[in-house]
């Protein structure tokens, strides 16, 4: 049971490092790390030496941090392997500030080095009126995959139905199977 906690929790790890390495390329293409840039500066091959720089420090920061914690769950502690999964998250987020603030420093030097100005709009509109002219962001399609994945797990369950312990200890709960 320690070693599905501990492939779960470094799955987790690998989906948050690569959000964190894929953050400079999120949000609105004219701010880079919250420095707001004009638009002819996306073009700027500075501009893009920052952004691939901080994806690809971070992502070689969480690969060598991924790395060493695999290593030191297979090698020496299995049995804190989840402890050391969750040090190397806390790590990775840690580098990820530390590379934030040196691309961020950049960017605003760059930005004081070229004179790029934005113009900045001090009047906001809103309207409250509910129309239905905004579609949503994803389509109804994109349902059918999450049940897609529950209709392969329901099958797996059939499949496997006489396999399955009759009793399922999980932590301090224990589960008796049901016809």
């Known amino acids: 049971m320690v070693q599905g906690t501990v492939i779960g929790i470094s799955s987790i790890y690998l989906m948050i490092a690569l959000m964190l390495s ?16 004009p638009a002819e ?11 691939r720089n901080y994806t690809l420090f971070t992502a070689s920061c969480a690969v060598v941090i991924g790395g060493g914690a695999c290593w ?8 804190q392997g989840l402890l050391i999964w969750t040090a190397a998250i806390l790590l990775a987020i840690t580098v990820s500030i530390f590379a934030i603030w040196i691309s961020r420093r950049s960017a605003q030097r760059l930005k004081a080095a070229r004179g790029w100005e934005v113009i900045v709009q001090t009047k906001r509109a809103a309207s409250l009126a509910a129309r239905r002219m905004h579609r949503p962001v994803l389509s109804p399609w994109w349902y059918s995959a999450n049940a897609a994945v529950m209709v392969l797990c329901i099958f797996f369950a059939i499949a496997r139905w006489d396999t399955i312990p009759q009793w399922l200890i999980l932590g301090n709960f224990h589960f008796t199977k049901s016809v």
Do not use: F
Request: overall charge positive; aromatic content about 8%.
């Open 22 to 37: 894929l953050q400079s390329y999120l949000g609105l293409k004219t701010v880079l790390l919250g420095i707001v840039l």
């Open 41 to 51: 500066a996306l073009q700027d091959s500075a501009v893009r030496a920052i952004r």
């Open 72 to 79: 030191l769950w297979l090698r020496y502690r299995p049995a």
